[in-house]
């Protein structure tokens, strides 16, 4: 059986040096949902993507949030 897509989440943070991605990174990795997120530091609005399953933008939204950091979901 093959597993489904993964959506395809993306924000605006302020996450914008390497330090602030190691300190989400236990929060984003312990998110079973999770199948694969980066940081794009060098964007201007420091974009988070994120690939997961089942997961509600509003719930990652909140994941960044607990570790400081500002989110706002992406719309196109």
């Known amino acids: 059986m093959t597993e ?3 959506d395809v ?3 605006k943070t302020n996450i914008s040096l390497d330090h ?3 300190k989400i990174s ?3 990795g312990e998110e ?3 199948k694969k997120w980066s940081v794009d530091v060098e964007d201007v609005d420091n974009v988070l993507r ?3 399953h089942r997961i ?3 719930e990652i939204i909140s994941l960044v949030r607990q570790c400081g950091y500002h989110c706002e979901e992406l719309t196109d």
Do not use: N, Q, W, Y
């Open 9 to 11: 989440h993306v924000f």
């Open 56 to 58: 509600a933008s509003i």
């Open 26 to 28: 236990p929060v984003l």
């Open 4 to 6: 489904a897509t993964p």
């Open 32 to 34: 079973s949902r999770i």
């Open 50 to 52: 994120v690939e997961a």
């Open 20 to 22: 602030d991605v190691k």
